[in-house]
């Protein structure tokens, strides 16, 4: 296969543009410099875009389950108590986060179900250091109500903790009044650039957690990247993956030239243009939802219909040049995932459901063969 | 100043060839594929080579600072005793790093002075689990006796684990010879590659000690690596910095051609090159030796001369076009530190003495001017 000409339609690795990709061929720098002083804070300045927020924003080297954890251990500790939503695989990866730094108590709710807030309550009447939740659970497909649980962990005084690994940059996500103290992103989701960076914001209240913990990891301790981030000449605690900063200016620049209301509503349509098209190719959506949770705009999580597993649409799919994900864990097989983040276009969601159709057409699982494509179409017609 | 245009001479990040640096841009690819499990192992088999072991090696996203911290926080917990031995900036760091995982025994140096292998005795014969070392100490430029401390740690039972981060790739080291149980280095240093990559090699035996350790860091655990890397497709367990992988791959195709025995060669002729121009500027060296210990053979750590901060001549050198390093914490003014790690040439060398040269007659603190390029050039000729 010819890797030059592979479409990613998966959640994250995204594909990155080319002129992200081509300002990572810079030469490296010292890092405790003024130049990358310049590019750190230029990244910083259209993340508080991304995230809508005041706070400071750490930018680490590592992949978002760095970030996940710097978030969690920097401000857990032994007998901490952390209410943990688990409803996919990275909330049940925040909850064996959380119950490395502290004493968990997790919140189950069975994978894409959606969460029960006055469950919620309860747990969190009983007396938290913290919450922690994923806004979009990329495994399922499903956002959850951020702005709800806020309300809650605020109430209760619990920090509030959230993964927005795949809504940051490409859903609308406000930091600061929906309460998120740490709010986490890796860089390879909808802000499309390279893997290997994670960004964390900051609340002030975060700040005083951290300061009163013992015991904090050393190369994920985020008191040490606020502390270098605060110097006159802005740093990091640890030496920087370089290439990765240049490709994470390139791309928020890019985020910046496009709009971030504009880049929402391009994620949106194109997710919606998605179901649309899997209503009429009569497969169905994966997650459940309530009146307070809603489909992923950044993901699409759908049931593999009967006769064909899940991993062998990938396989089909990967046949014809498009990288689609399957199911995680105890999902393998049951279900296929859409990504249809970062720099997704139009023409590559119709690509996708066009190829799509053709396979299924192929194990004669298909009707009206078109008419994904054609509604598909129809929702891209707002855009 | 113009980027492009800057030489770095510091130890790390070095200077990247433009096809390591072009590798980067390649499209992104699914990180849990056949494509990316090649990479993978390419780059696992010349690393091997590099740390002359049958151990397994992981590849962690992270810096230097992020592989010494797998290798302690997988093998180290709570009541476990460490010997530390620190005798500058990094051995501090890992004596942090124990006194975080478990109980730490520093032997504590002046910087910059050498082992005393009798105490270290002293204190292993007391019980350690493990006892850690970095090798090749840049903050001051001396190289530690690994044969004779890897001789000790069998002796009295303890794990050996080594940062090479700035000796492997660029020195000898004979992981398996030496009995490393955990070898670390960074992937901006001897191999040249963009900084953002952690490798660790990890025995059977450090691999036992980690199956007993009841809490181990989450993004950091090396069992986590381990396992992902075992797999019958080469795995990471969490999404790796895929650019960076390009980019190590490339600078290891480097390593393999011009061949282990011929690059150690060329790294300890360009540092004697250095001495050797130091001697004739009437420049001390920094580090003092005993028997058992040598100047490093990838950064030159030098006393500045009376009359001139170390942090002048830095800038005195920036403002030229050359990147040298000053000294860290304490030591920040009375030395300067010049790199010759990586894929430094003799012209590079060159280069930099004679600009010395050149600021140093300016302030009226050379004599004898160009017979610092004499010398190392003289040195050179043996290549």
Chains 1, 2 share one sequence.
Not at 57 to 75: D, H, L, Y
Not at 76 to 83: F, G, K, P, Y
Not at 224 to 245: H, M, N
Request: proline share 5%; aromatic share 6%; charged share 25%.
């Amino acid at each position: 296969m010819d890797l030059e000409d592979t479409l990613l339609m998966m959640p994250g690795p995204v594909p990155v543009a080319p002129r992200v990709l081509r300002a990572m061929s810079k030469p490296m720098i010292n890092h405790r410099s003024p130049e990358f002083a310049a590019i750190y804070d230029d990244c910083r300045e259209v993340l508080a875009d991304v995230f809508q927020t005041k706070n400071d924003i750490c930018i680490i080297s590592g992949s978002g389950t760095a970030g996940m954890e710097a978030a969690i251990g920097s401000v857990v500790e032994s007998e901490d108590r952390v209410v943990s939503i688990e409803n996919g695989k990275f909330g049940e990866r925040f909850k064996d986060l959380a119950g490395l730094y502290g004493q968990v108590d997790p919140l189950e709710i069975e994978w894409g179900k959606p969460v029960d807030l006055e469950m919620l309550e309860e747990k969190l009447e009983a007396g938290a250091k913290a919450v922690t939740l994923v806004h979009n659970e990329t495994s399922t497909g499903i956002l959850n109500p951020a702005p709800e649980i806020g309300k809650l962990a605020k109430k209760y005084g619990a920090l509030f903790i959230m993964d927005g690994v795949t809504s940051l940059g490409g859903d609308e996500v406000k930091v600061d009044e929906w309460g998120v103290d740490l709010a986490v992103v890796g860089s390879q989701k909808c802000i499309a650039a390279p893997p290997g960076l994670a960004m964390v914001s900051v609340s002030e209240k975060a700040l005083e957690a951290m300061e009163a913990v013992k015991k904090r990891p050393y190369y994920l301790d985020l008191k040490a990247y606020k502390k270098s981030g605060d110097k006159a000449r802005t740093e990091t605690p640890y030496t920087p993956a370089i290439p990765l900063f240049y490709g994470l200016q390139e791309a928020l620049q890019l985020v910046k030239e496009e709009g971030m209301e504009a880049r929402i509503k391009r994620h949106s349509l194109l997710s919606e243009a998605v179901r649309a098209a899997m209503a009429e190719m009569n497969l169905e959506m994966f997650p459940k939802l309530n009146e307070y949770s809603s489909y992923s705009n950044t993901v699409s999580a759908m049931k593999a219909p009967k006769g064909l597993d899940g991993e062998e649409i990938k396989k089909e799919m990967k046949k014809r040049g498009i990288i689609i994900a399957g199911g995680q864990a105890h999902l393998k097989g049951q279900i296929f995932r859409i990504g249809s983040m970062g720099n997704v276009s139009s023409r590559d969601i119709l690509t996708t459901i066009q190829t799509l159709e053709l396979i299924l057409r192929e194990k004669g699982l298909l009707e009206n063969f078109g008419a994904g494509v054609e509604a598909a179409a129809k929702v891209i017609d707002r855009l």
